[in-house]
């Protein structure tokens, strides 16, 4: 017998964290059809160590990821009180902790390939995933199908197109550059310009080097070093390391952010991800700690990564059509909850899209709930992230701390640490749950 119709077909761009845990999500609901398109050739993650935060893991939770993950980590979960970070000011030859940031439940680190892949190994045969297909603009028309067009020449239909192409999405573009031109038809020209400042990301001024040190070989160099075992944030001004192991101990994630925050919003010059040379960012460094020296020496071949980010936006949302993860709200690292944002923007579209109120008809509704639930709070977090690292890289307004020593300093860095903690909360003090509430009780209001 020939099966059912599905209730809805969703197309998903992008195969990265947020499309895939999307995927995932999806798939438990059998009456929606799923298919991933995917630009790159292969399936492969670019970076390194993501961190996972007790908010979105709960979701991972419900999902059913948690055992395969915790498989490739060497981490075990917890709910209470625990040491994620030791801080420490380490500009100058003798560097020392002066707080460890402490989390309710663990941060879970991953290699983000890892993640990637048990994600892949949870979809159904029944989801479609295909390479080689990068977008380059769709077409929406009422009362039929979105059309997709991808570089190829090759198209595609959908009832629901969800962009989750990152930085540089063309889901993006395509539904701000059709917003804007409504905006000039109607004599708004502000408004107008205000979009169209959003289509391309904006460079946020800093500069990240990322790398993944063999732990043997920062043993050998620095035998008993405190990051073989403990996660640990190296702060000084004009930039900060970050440094944890991943991979069961095997490997560190290794990162080095060159921060001018006085060039945010500039336009960066150059490839924005590429190889990049210890000796961009080694300058910067040298007069730092010998901790800090240790993990440098270790540092060969470094991803260089131009942080870019992506203006805030007045909607994630167009019709059918729907932006998640980075193509919506691509945020600094600061925080280490992009990948968080994107898992819990994946499981409330997975909720507002396989509610049975939603049909052909009602996808603009039930995608309107996800942007007035999740945008706000994807928001916030950017902006958190935003001045956490001009925290981390000493640029604290009205404070400079070259001028302090011994006690003075000491507050002041206390002080900057309060600040961190309530900035950062949120990840361990709150919970998906309101927002699952919130999406049920609207799906479900009267129309």
Not at 68 to 89: H, Q, W, Y
Not at 266 to 282: I, N, R
Not at 341 to 348: G, P, R, T
């Amino acid at each position: 017998m020939p099966s059912a119709p599905k209730r809805l077909r969703v197309a998903i761009c992008g195969a990265g964290i947020g499309g895939l845990t999307l995927a995932v999500a999806l798939s438990q609901y059998p009456d929606i059809e799923v298919e991933v398109f995917e630009g790159a050739t292969t399936l492969s993650e670019v970076g390194a160590g993501i961190g996972i935060f007790p908010r979105p893991w709960k979701i991972i939770r419900m999902l059913g990821l948690e055992r395969d993950l915790l498989m490739a980590c060497e981490m075990k979960p917890t709910e209470g009180p625990v040491s994620a970070f030791n801080i420490r000011k380490s500009d100058q030859r003798a560097g020392f902790i002066f707080t460890t940031l402490i989390t309710k439940g663990m941060m879970m680190q991953f290699h983000r390939a890892d993640f990637q892949k048990i994600l892949l190994a949870h979809l159904p045969k029944s989801c479609r995933v295909n390479c080689s297909k990068r977008l380059r603009t769709y077409t929406n028309r009422p009362s039929s199908p979105t059309e997709l067009v991808f570089e190829d020449g090759t198209r595609a239909v959908c009832d629901v197109l969800i962009g989750a192409d990152g930085l540089k999405s063309a889901v993006r573009r395509t539904l701000l550059t059709e917003r804007a031109n409504w905006m000039q038809a109607q004599g708004r020209w502000q408004e107008a310009a205000d979009i169209g400042a959003c289509i391309e990301p904006s460079w946020s001024g800093t500069i990240a080097y990322r790398s993944l040190i063999p732990a043997e070989r920062l043993r050998a160099t620095a035998p008993g070093h405190p990051v073989l075992t403990t996660p640990t944030m190296y702060l000084g001004k004009h930039g900060y390391l970050i440094a944890y192991p991943i991979s069961h101990g095997k490997l560190i994630n290794f990162v080095a952010f060159k921060c001018r925050h006085d060039l945010e919003h500039t336009e960066f010059a150059g490839a924005w991800v590429g190889p990049g040379d210890k000796s961009q960012f080694a300058d910067l460094f040298a007069h730092w700690e010998p901790e800090a020296q240790a993990l440098l020496h270790c540092v060969e071949k470094p991803l260089r990564w131009a942080v870019h980010t992506v203006r805030p936006l007045r909607s994630f949302v167009c019709g059918p059509t729907a932006l998640m993860g980075d193509a919506a709200h691509a945020m600094t690292p600061h925080q280490g909850s992009g990948a968080g944002q994107a898992i819990e923007d994946a499981y409330i579209l997975a909720t507002v899209l396989g509610h049975p109120s939603t049909t052909r008809e009602t996808v603009p509704r039930a995608l309107r709930i996800f942007d007035e639930i999740r945008r706000p709070v994807a928001a916030g977090v950017a902006e958190g992230s935003r001045v956490n690292g001009q925290y981390f890289s000493l640029a604290v307004e009205g404070v400079d701390f070259d001028r302090y020593s011994g006690k003075q300093l000491w507050d002041k860095l206390q002080g900057m640490h309060a600040e961190v903690v309530k900035n950062w909360e949120w990840t361990w003090t709150t919970s998906v749950d309101g927002m699952m509430k919130t999406a049920l009780r609207m799906l479900e209001a009267p129309i």
